[in-house]
């Protein structure tokens, strides 16, 4: 009798045990994914290699500057074409902006996510303010001064970044942007571990074992 008592206090334990490892998961830690920049599309003066993207808007031809600042041998893009390359309603960069270059990319994100990178802007355009940005699907960040940029995403999904500088009032003057050191940080989901698995089947297989010994038990007491 007492054997049979201690028997049953084991096997519970270990189910118990098992049942709560099965609601076992460990927070990841945070990793930062270097962003390829050469992988993303280009509209206008762009050129791109995998940790760096330099864009303009200078014309081909040095007809907008003193000395040809233009990188690709293309002309910038109108800003038309522009924002719709970007995915924007018309006027979403400025009813002054005239033409510009730009980059974007689609990004599959979870909530807390972070993309981040440096910037340089330099410009040569004296009549006029240039104007460098991110886009976040529709939404229009401007980049200012020279510095770093990070965007955390509120919620999960797929959006399309972008990244463009743009020529306002006219077309005379241009400007240079240079990103750098791009990256998109993952801040820690809840993952199951594979253990999470495992306890669940052990579990389960420990409470079927225990209810077979239980009709046996009223069988042979029959």
């Known amino acids: 009798m007492l054997a049979t008592t201690i028997k049953q206090k084991i096997h519970k334990a270990i189910v118990f045990s098992l049942f709560g490892l099965s609601g076992f998961t460990v927070i990841s830690p945070s990793f930062a994914a270097s962003i390829d920049l050469s992988s993303w599309d280009k509209s206008g003066d762009v050129v791109t290699v995998p940790n760096q993207a330099t864009l303009t808007n200078a014309f081909a031809d040095g007809s907008d500057d003193a000395s040809n600042y233009n990188v690709s041998g293309n002309d910038p893009t109108y800003i038309n074409s522009l924002e719709t390359f970007l995915g924007l309603n018309s006027g979403d960069l400025g009813l002054d ?80 942007l240079s990103v750098t050191n791009a990256s998109l940080t993952n801040n820690g989901q809840p993952v199951p571990e594979p253990l999470t698995t495992l306890g669940s089947i052990l579990a389960g297989g420990f409470g079927v074992m225990l209810k077979r010994k239980h009709v046996l038990k009223i069988y042979h007491n029959a």
Request: hydrophobic share 40%.
């Open 97 to 176: 902006a005239t033409e510009g270059s730009a980059i974007k990319k689609a990004f599959n994100v979870l909530a807390g996510d972070v993309i981040s990178f440096d910037y340089s802007l330099l410009t040569y355009d004296t009549f006029s303010s240039d104007r460098a940005f991110v886009t976040v699907s529709n939404s229009v960040i401007p980049l200012t001064a020279n510095s770093s940029f990070s965007y955390t995403f509120a919620t999960a999904g797929t959006y399309n970044v972008g990244i463009g500088v743009i020529d306002v009032i006219d077309s005379i003057g241009s400007s240079t």
